[in-house]
């Protein structure tokens, strides 16, 4: 990998959103709902739970054994809308 490839595919990782944060999660939840019901399946849901993730995140040097996260559910089956 070049010098070049290296710095833009850098550049495009920290533009990207942090969907385990609530407002991220959100973001996600409604991206999701909005391209099935852009579809015409209007019977689509989506919802933010709350999370935990049981070690540290990587680089994190804190004690901290637990970290809040937030979890995008939905009533897709198989990544289908259900029938």
């Known amino acids: 990998m070049s010098v070049m490839q290296w710095e833009s ?3 495009v990782k920290n533009l990207s959103p942090d969907y ?3 407002a991220g999660a959100q973001t996600l939840a409604d ?3 909005g391209f099935w019901h852009g579809k015409g399946h209007l019977i689509v849901a989506t919802w933010v739970v709350s999370g935990r993730r049981d070690t540290p995140a990587a680089g994190d ?3 901290k054994d637990k970290q809040a996260t937030w979890c995008v559910r939905s009533n897709l ?3 289908f809308p259900p029938k």
């Open 61 to 63: 040097d804190s004690d």
């Open 31 to 33: 991206k999701i709902k």
């Open 9 to 11: 595919s850098a550049a």
């Open 77 to 79: 089956v198989n990544g």
């Open 20 to 22: 385990l944060d609530f």
